[in-house]
């Protein structure tokens, strides 16, 4: 009888702690900050000639894959942040179309508003620039446990398996590069404009005009970045009703517009809400300021006390 | 029963038997195949991956290891906070069997860990990363190994003699006792919800907000039936009576938390609409089904009037450890996808590290029971 009294006892304390606990505040939405930079990439304008990989690597200093020749990486990895795949059937002779077509799609970091990477480092080696919003990664203070690797949904960090001095490899934005006033190197050498360089704000703005123009008119393009005035004459595309990265886990920096649908491109459907925010108000609500831990520690530690004290008397 | 034969005492015996030398070897070729690891990289042991960054160095040495570790909070919950003393024999071995579990936990993260030498990040305010679950898993779980140790101690110093250091240490130990029974109630759960952030990319008939709490109620189900199981075998081993009271008392616990596991999860599964997505034919769904079944076993089991006979609470309690086992290798690697391409299934390599890690965690405890007092005497026992 007397056992069962004290679990109730136990379990009523342990029930009130998380009651306390529970009236913490869900972790709030993250939201863009004014100031965010990003990419867009238009598919549609892309032709595929991976210039991009190549300047990608240059900048970033990432070695070779593939002959002596030709850069010829075949997935986003330990050597390669960024590469442009392309979705082919049948025949492959239209650009665009979904059956007998062909279309290309770009694979790099998303630089996700309310990262899963983020919320997964344990140590902050995985880190949002508060400003410009970039994902940056800092191996020095990095210890490998491949968190950020496990969580990213669009499958970005990498890891070198092959070291035993290993690091995590992701696209920075080329945030390396700003500091000499330059900026992301796939969209400053991309011909058609197709991966664009920008503030998110001005980006989403080009995304709205390009939405709003008839599909195969012609249009002038701003290239490298927006503002940057240099630009490129293209054809506006046939875009499916879907821009990738404006909601998906709550927002990304970089966004995509395709002419086919983003299943066929590797896309993964993702819903709105960002999974970071779901487990980091779950760990809140228990571990709010400690309290529910501590109020626990309390009842087991009186309890231990009685009864050990008892055991000794005896 | 007089208090004598209570008395904790080392067994005694030889160190030096064919099963000792067995295990030392599966010790030795983990050595020899961290040493290519820590030469060469993660890739040259493991099939490890970019789409399956972790491998079973995490899902077993780890999440599996830990759980079964829980069979010193467990015990040491039974018998110091509900003051069953009944079950004061038991807590020695299930403490120690939690202190070499979870340090072979840890020895595990620290040989997973690509980037080793800087594993002290975690714990330097400079670089912690408190909303990080895997940052409240590693802190948590260092400090309970520590408690483990500290809870462990007597036994060493009552062996060496040092009765002053011991009387004082056990003043203190209540403290240490309620900080080890609150540390894995909050590891273990964070366990589950480690899963949360990787949010689609598994599966929805196994991610959900209640992750923490079927992992705690499994966890807590599996602790127990670690210690039935050892329990039986250290008595089959030793040739002593079946603690059938005992263990018997223990797995009815087991069973409770296996009721609890199974309404918790169907009773998600039904809010979140599922039920038709239990029936589609694939791999996880088969998973998912053998492990429910794995789970009602012992609750049927040790039903009516025969529950109480040794074999059945023996394969009720080592069923009950299989569904625990099978529930986290479904949810952290057979639910888990992170897009077309990627497969895993562990080395050679990984495979024979977790082997040799096991086998190291009962080499040990094999010489504890001889060399320290652990077990309760029997006066039988003298004569060998």
Redesign the interface.
């Known amino acids: 009888m007397m056992d069962r009294r004290k679990l109730l006892k136990v379990i009523g304390a342990g029930c009130g702690a998380a009651a306390v606990a529970g009236t913490a505040e869900a972790r709030g939405l993250r939201p863009m900050s004014p100031k965010a930079l990003g990419l867009l990439y238009d598919g549609t304008q892309c032709v595929g000639c991976n210039a991009c990989v190549v300047a990608c690597k240059e900048a970033n200093n990432m070695p070779r894959e593939g002959d002596a020749m030709y850069e010829k990486p075949v997935d986003i990895s330990g050597k390669t942040l960024n590469i442009i795949k392309a979705y082919r059937s049948g025949t492959a002779t239209h650009k665009d179309q979904v059956p007998d077509g062909y279309a290309f799609t770009k694979m790099s970091c998303m630089h996700c508003v309310d990262p899963s990477c983020v919320s997964a480092c344990p140590v902050s080696a995985m880190t949002k620039d508060p400003e410009t919003g970039i994902v940056k990664y800092n191996v020095e203070a990095c210890i490998g446990c491949r968190y950020c690797v496990a969580a990213c949904p669009f499958g970005v960090p990498r890891f070198t398996f092959d070291t035993p001095d290993p690091k995590i490899s992701k696209c920075q934005l080329c945030v390396h590069r700003m500091v000499e006033g330059r900026y992301a190197a796939c969209a400053e050498v991309c011909p058609t404009g197709a991966t664009l360089f920008g503030p998110v704000a001005e980006l989403k703005k080009e995304i709205a005009r390009r939405r709003a123009l008839r599909p195969g008119t012609k249009t002038i393009f701003p290239r490298g970045r927006i503002g940057g005035g240099d630009s490129y004459e293209g054809v506006v595309g046939h875009y499916v009703d879907h821009v990738y990265g404006e909601r998906e886990i709550g927002g990304t920096q970089v966004l995509h517009l395709s002419g086919v649908p983003f299943e066929l491109l590797d896309k993964p459907p993702l819903p709105d809400v960002a999974p970071a925010r779901i487990s980091e108000s779950i760990q809140h609500a228990i571990y709010n300021h400690l309290i529910a831990p501590l109020g626990f520690l309390g009842v087991l530690g009186v309890l231990a006390w009685r009864n050990m004290r008892k055991g000794d008397e005896s | 029963m007089s208090l004598h034969a209570e008395t904790p005492a080392p067994l005694g015996g030889k160190l030096n038997t064919p099963l000792t030398r067995v295990l030392a070897g599966f010790v030795l070729i983990l050595v020899a195949i961290l040493a290519v690891r820590?030469?060469?990289?993660?890739?040259?042991v493991?099939n490890?991956?970019?789409?399956y960054?972790?491998g079973i160095w995490i899902a077993w040495d780890v999440v599996i290891g830990s759980a079964l570790g829980a069979s010193g909070f467990t015990v040491a919950f039974a018998t110091?906070?509900?003051?069953?003393?009944k079950y004061h024999p038991i807590v020695r071995p299930a403490m120690l069997t939690a202190l070499f579990g979870y340090m072979m936990a840890g020895a595990s993260v620290f040989f997973?860990?690509?980037?080793?030498w800087?594993?002290w990040?975690?714990f330097t305010p400079k670089?912690?990363?408190v909303?990080?679950?895997?940052?409240?898993v590693?802190i948590c779980i260092m400090s309970y190994t520590a408690v483990l140790a500290i809870e462990a101690s007597p036994m060493v110093l009552e062996r060496l003699g040092f009765h002053k250091v011991r009387a004082r240490l056990?003043k203190v130990?209540?403290?240490f006792?309620?900080?080890g029974?609150?540390l894995p109630?909050?590891h273990q759960?964070?366990l589950g919800?480690m899963l949360?952030?990787?949010?689609?990319?598994v599966d929805p008939l196994y991610q959900t907000?209640l992750l923490?709490l079927l992992f705690l109620s499994s966890t807590i189900g599996m602790g127990l039936a670690a210690v039935v199981v050892e329990g039986s075998l250290t008595a089959l081993a030793l040739r002593r009576p079946f603690e059938r009271e005992l263990l018997g008392g223990l797995a009815k616990v087991g069973q409770g938390m296996a009721v609890l596991f199974l309404i918790l999860r169907f009773a998600d599964l039904g809010a979140r609409g599922m039920f038709p997505r239990l029936l589609e034919p694939r791999l996880l769904t088969l998973m998912f089904w053998i492990e429910i079944a794995l789970f009602a076993a012992p609750v049927v089991l040790l039903l009516g009037k025969h529950a109480l006979r040794p074999s059945r609470i023996f394969v009720a309690s080592a069923l009950l450890a299989l569904a625990g086992i099978l529930y986290r290798i479904d949810a952290y690697l057979i639910s888990?996808n992170?897009?077309?391409g990627w497969k895993y299934f562990p080395s050679m390599g990984e495979l024979l590290v977790t082997i040799g890690l096991i086998a190291f965690e009962i080499l040990l405890f094999i010489i504890a029971i001889k060399v320290l007092p652990v077990l309760p005497a029997r006066r039988e026992d003298h004569h060998e």
């Not at chain 2, 949360?196 to 990319?201: A, D, L, N, R």
């Open positions: 820590f030469v060469r990289g993660l890739g040259a493991s490890m991956n970019d789409g960054p972790w110091y906070i509900l003051n069953r003393g997973d860990i690509g980037r080793y800087d594993f990040h975690i670089y912690m990363q909303s990080s679950v895997l940052f409240e590693a056990e130990l209540f403290f006792i309620a900080l029974v609150l109630t909050m759960s964070s919800s949360m952030v990787f949010g689609p990319q907000r923490p888990y992170t897009g077309a």
